[in-house]
């Protein structure tokens, strides 16, 4: 029983040293004694938790102008993947332009819509280094990060779930 109380006493007070640690300082709790109690640090945590979801709630999303899911679903991306590769092997560039979300970084420089897209020269963007990096990704093991996913090695596209729909948002092609 003895070690029992020992053992509550150290972990509130550990608990409470780790609360004081990770309140954000501010006057009024860094003149405080270093001995402050949890609850108080408690109370200054949640207090600049509820500061901070009341910033990030000031962008409403309609001030946004488009949501990316970070959960993006596998066989979907793998769906979409393979409708890209499709596409590329083709070198049919209108189909391709509609895979797209606009704006479109080509390798670093922005493609504003469809109709830019389209002015691209078809022979020179489906080279023969873009047909093989495409051709030889696996869309089954293509890798989730972030909101994404990149399909080829060398020459990407990336992909994005974005606004509910998956689309290529990225191309490096040098």
Known sequence: MKKQIVLLTAMAFTISILAA???PKT???????AASSASSAAETTVASQETELQTESAVSP??????????????????????VQDTVAKKDLNSLAALCDYPLYLNGEEIADKDAFLKLDGDKFFSDGLLKSIADADP??????????SLGKDQVFFINEINGRMAITSITTE
Do not use: R, V, W, Y
């Open 140 to 149: 089954s093991s293509l890798e989730i990060f972030g909101a994404g996913a």
């Open 21 to 23: 640690g990770c309140a």
């Open 62 to 83: 309609s001030d946004e102008s488009e949501t990316h899911n970070e959960n993006m679903d596998a066989s979907k991306l793998q769906e979409f993947a393979e409708t």
């Open 27 to 33: 006057a009024a709790n860094t003149s405080a004694p």
